[in-house]
Nanobody
Framework: QVQLVESGGGLVQPGGSLRLSCAAS????????MNWYRQAPGKQREFVAG???????NYEDSVKGRFTISRDNAKNTVYLQMNSLKPEDAAVYHC?????????????WGQGTQVTVSS
């Protein structure tokens, strides 16, 4: 199994930047994609950005051009660089790993990191 630990959340003013990190450990060889999701109070968890094992990235429309997902394979870490933050970006951000084991996809989740955007 894969364990995920997020870090980097905090309080930032509108227009500011934050970089989230997600460190993976355990059965990392089984990971085929890693994603960031977020959940604001009273709302469903939503996809934010993802990166596949081959390096293909995709983004939710509202963050395109502002957020960048990247990875450091040597550190088994995925990052989410968030620029031009808006109050509506405030949420708990969760790291997700898609594991492929015996032909079946499994989800691993981190505990989440809080992002607050406020002046």
């Amino acid at each position: 199994q894969v364990q995920l630990v997020e870090s980097g959340g905090g309080l930032v003013q509108p227009g500011g930047s934050l970089r989230l990190s997600c460190a993976a450990s355990g059965s990392i060889f089984s990971i085929v994609a890693m994603n960031w999701y977020r959940q604001a109070p009273g709302k469903q968890r939503e996809f934010v950005a993802g990166i596949t094992k081959s390096g293909t990235t995709n983004y939710e429309d509202s963050v395109k051009g502002r957020f960048t997902i990247s990875r450091d394979n040597a550190k088994n870490t995925v990052y989410l660089q968030m620029n031009s933050l808006k109050p509506e970006d405030a949420a708990v951000y969760h790291c997700n790993a898609k594991e492929l084991r015996v032909g079946v996809l499994f989800d691993a989740w981190g505990q989440g990191t809080q992002v607050t955007v406020s002046s």
